[in-house]
C-alpha cells in the first residue's frame, strides 16, 4: 500500500482494494466484450445495434476508470492490465463466431447481469468491512450498470 492520509485502517483500504481489483478485471473483460458486439454485429436493426453497444462500451469503461481511481485513492495499486483481467475475470467467455443481433443481445446481457450481481454483492461486502464511500461507489455502478442492461434488453425481440 502506498502512503495516504486517507483515515480508513489500512485492513479496510486492502479489503477494499481487493474487492475494486476483482472487479476491475471483470469491467475490463466486460468492455472488451461489448466491444466484440460492437465490432461484430449484423442483421436487422444494425445501426441501432452497433451504437448501443458502443455507448455500452463507454459507460464500462468510466466503471473501469472510477474502480481504478477508487483503489488507487485509498493507496493501493489498480491491476488494469489485459493480462490479469484474462486472467481474474469472473465473466463467462464471450463467444466468438456469432453476429446475429439477438446473440449478440442475449451474450451482451448475460455479461451485463453477471457484472451487476457482483457489484451488488460488493457493495454489501464494503459495508460490512466498514469503507461506505467504496460501497458507495459500487452501487452507484450497479444503478450504470443496471440502466445499460436495460437499454440492451429493450433490443431485444419480445417473447
Given at each position: 500500500m502506498q502512503h495516504t492520509h486517507n483515515t480508513l485502517a489500512e485492513l479496510?483500504?486492502?479489503?477494499?482494494?481487493?474487492?475494486?481489483?476483482?472487479?476491475?478485471?471483470?469491467?475490463?473483460?466486460?468492455?472488451?466484450?461489448?466491444?466484440?458486439?460492437?465490432?461484430?454485429?449484423?442483421?436487422?436493426?444494425?445501426?441501432?445495434?452497433?451504437?448501443?453497444?458502443?455507448?455500452v462500451a463507454g459507460v464500462v469503461e468510466d466503471v473501469s476508470d472510477k474502480l481504478a481511481e477508487r483503489a488507487g485513492g485509498l493507496g493501493g495499486t489498480a491491476h488494469g492490465t489485459i493480462q490479469v483481467a484474462v486472467a481474474q475475470s469472473f465473466l463467462v467467455p464471450y463467444p466468438h463466431g456469432i453476429a446475429d443481433t439477438a446473440a449478440h443481445i442475449f451474450a451482451v446481457a448475460g455479461s451485463l447481469a453477471a457484472f451487476g450481481q457482483s457489484v451488488r454483492a460488493a457493495a454489501v461486502q464494503s459495508t460490512v468491512f466498514g469503507d461506505v464511500d467504496t460501497a458507495d461507489l459500487f452501487t452507484e455502478i450497479s444503478r450504470a450498470v443496471d440502466q445499460q442492461l436495460w437499454f440492451v434488453e429493450a433490443h431485444a425481440l419480445p417473447k
Open positions: 479496510i483500504r486492502e479489503q477494499s482494494v481487493e474487492v475494486l481489483n476483482k472487479n476491475l478485471a471483470a469491467a475490463i473483460d466486460l468492455h472488451s466484450q461489448v466491444k466484440q458486439a460492437h465490432w461484430n454485429v449484423r442483421g436487422p436493426g444494425f445501426i441501432a445495434a452497433h451504437d448501443l453497444f458502443d455507448r
